[in-house]
T-cell receptor, first 112, second 112 residues
Framework: DAGVIQSPRHEVTEMGQEVTLRCKPI?????LFWYRQTMMRGLELLIY????????DSGMPEDRFSAKMPNASFSTLKIQPSEPRDSAVYFC??????????FGPGTRLTVL | GQNIDQPTEMTATEGAIVQINCTYQ??????LFWYQQHAGEAPTFLSY????GLEEKGRFSSFLSRSKGYSYLLLKELQMKDSASYLC?????????????FGAGTQVVVTP
C-alpha cells in the first residue's frame, strides 16, 4: 500500500511568492494533519481535518497560511505571501479514527 | 499549559541499552506515542501507551505511568541504525482527539 504522498519534496522560492504544498493521505484514513518542523520549534501541529472538515486550526501561524481538503484523497497547504521565516520542513500525516498517525516524506521549503 | 520534557541527546555503544525518559504535564491525557525520526526523514511510529505498564516490541519497549506523568522508551541491543531522534508525543485530551503535542526529541548517537 502507498503511504502518505507529498509534493513537491523540495521547494525553493523567493519572499512574497505563493507556495502550495500538496498531500494525498493513505486510502481509507479519515483524519489528516499538517505539521511544520524547525530546529528552533520542533514539530508543531498546524491544522487537522476529520472527514474533510477542519477541526482545529489553532496552530496556523497567521492569515498568510491556509489549508483545504476538498475531498478525502487530497489536501493543500498554502502560504501567501511567503516569508523567509516560513522556511521549514512541512509534514502531512494521516490516520484512521483513533489510530496512529502516519507521516509523509515531507516538503522542505526554503524561502529566500 | 502543555509541557513535554525529554533529554536533548544521549550517546551509547553498539550492543548496549539506552533508556529515554519523557515527562509530561498536559491538560488531560489520552495516550502517549513514541516516534523515531532519522535525519532528513519523516517520523515513524514506534509505540503507543494508554494504560500504565510496559509494552514490548522486539528490541524496543515503552513504559507509562499516568500518575507520575512519565514514560520511557527502552532500546536494547543497540545497532548503528538506531542512531536517530526519538520523539515523545502526548494526546492531551479526549476533546481534541488527534491533536498530538510533541516533545523536542532526544538525539541518540550509537557509537561502534
Amino acid at each position: 500500500d502507498a503511504g502518505v504522498i507529498q509534493s513537491p519534496r523540495h521547494e525553493v522560492t523567493e519572499m512574497g511568492q505563493e507556495v502550495t504544498l500538496r498531500c494525498k493521505p493513505i486510502s481509507g484514513h479519515n483524519s489528516l494533519f499538517w505539521y511544520r518542523q524547525t530546529m528552533m520549534r520542533g514539530l508543531e501541529l498546524l491544522i487537522y481535518f476529520n472527514n474533510n472538515v477542519p477541526i482545529d486550526d489553532s496552530g496556523m501561524p497567521e492569515d498568510r497560511f491556509s489549508a483545504k481538503m476538498p475531498n478525502a484523497s487530497f489536501s493543500t497547504l498554502k502560504i501567501q505571501p511567503s516569508e523567509p521565516r516560513d522556511s521549514a520542513v512541512y509534514f502531512c500525516a494521516s490516520s484512521a479514527s483513533t489510530d496512529t498517525q502516519y507521516f509523509g516524506p515531507g516538503t522542505r521549503l526554503t524561502v529566500l | 499549559g502543555q509541557n513535554i520534557d525529554q533529554p536533548t541527546e544521549m550517546t551509547a555503544t553498539e550492543g548496549a541499552i539506552v533508556q529515554i525518559n519523557c515527562t509530561y504535564q498536559t491538560s488531560g491525557f489520552n495516550g502517549l506515542f513514541w516516534y523515531q525520526q532519522h535525519a532528513g526523514e519523516a517520523p515513524t511510529f514506534l509505540s503507543y501507551n494508554v494504560l500504565d505498564g510496559l509494552e514490548e516490541k522486539g528490541r524496543f519497549s515503552s513504559f507509562l505511568s499516568r500518575s507520575k506523568g512519565y514514560s520511557y522508551l527502552l532500546l536494547k541491543e543497540l545497532q548503528m541504525k538506531d542512531s536517530a531522534s526519538y520523539l515523545c508525543a502526548v494526546t492531551p485530551t479526549t476533546d481534541s482527539w488527534g491533536k498530538l503535542q510533541f516533545g523536542a526529541g532526544t538525539q541518540v548517537v550509537v557509537t561502534p
